[in-house]
Nanobody
Framework: QVRLQESGGGSVQAGGSLRLSCRGAGYDFSRYYMAWFRRGPGNEREGVAAIATQGGYKYYADSVKGRFAISRDNHQDVLYLQMNNLKPEDSGVYYC????????????????????????WGQGAQVTVSS
C-alpha cells in the first residue's frame, strides 16, 4: 500500500524559510518521479516542483524559481522542499505526490508539473506566510 506522509509545515513571516518533508512507503521510492503541489486560497492546484528518480532533473514553477529547492534521499525514502524567501502568496496546503508510471528520463517542466501525471498524494501540510 502506497503511503505519503508530509511534515514540516507551519507559519512564518514573509522572508522566512520552511522545509517540507515527505516520507514514502509501500513502494520502491527510487523508481518514481516525485513532486510538490499546492492549493492556495483560490483552491487551484499548482505544480510547484518535481524531481526525477535519481535527482538528475528538477523542475520548478516560475513563481518559485530561485527561492525553492526540491531534493530527495532515496536511501531514506524522503522527498524535501526547501522554501526560502517566502511570500504571502506562497501560503496554502502543500502536497507531495508520486508519479503514475516508472520513468526516469527527462519529462520537461510542463509535464512534470501536471497533476494528471501523479496518482498518489499525501494528506497535505499547511504553510502560512504573513506579511
Amino acid at each position: 500500500q502506497v503511503r505519503l506522509q508530509e511534515s514540516g509545515g507551519g507559519s512564518v513571516q514573509a522572508g522566512g524559510s520552511l522545509r517540507l518533508s515527505c516520507r514514502g512507503a509501500g513502494y520502491d521510492f527510487s523508481r518514481y518521479y516525485m513532486a510538490w503541489f499546492r492549493r492556495g486560497p483560490g483552491n487551484e492546484r499548482e505544480g510547484v516542483a518535481a524531481i526525477a528518480t535519481q535527482g538528475g532533473y528538477k523542475y520548478y514553477a516560475d513563481s518559485v524559481k530561485g527561492r525553492f529547492a526540491i531534493s530527495r534521499d532515496n536511501h531514506q525514502d524522503v522527498l524535501y522542499l526547501q522554501m526560502n524567501n517566502l511570500k504571502p502568496e506562497d501560503s496554502g496546503v502543500y502536497y507531495c505526490a508520486r508519479a503514475r508510471d516508472v520513468y526516469g528520463g527527462a519529462w520537461g517542466a510542463p509535464l512534470a508539473l501536471t497533476g494528471a501525471k501523479y496518482n498518489y498524494w499525501g494528506q497535505g501540510a499547511q504553510v502560512t506566510v504573513s506579511s
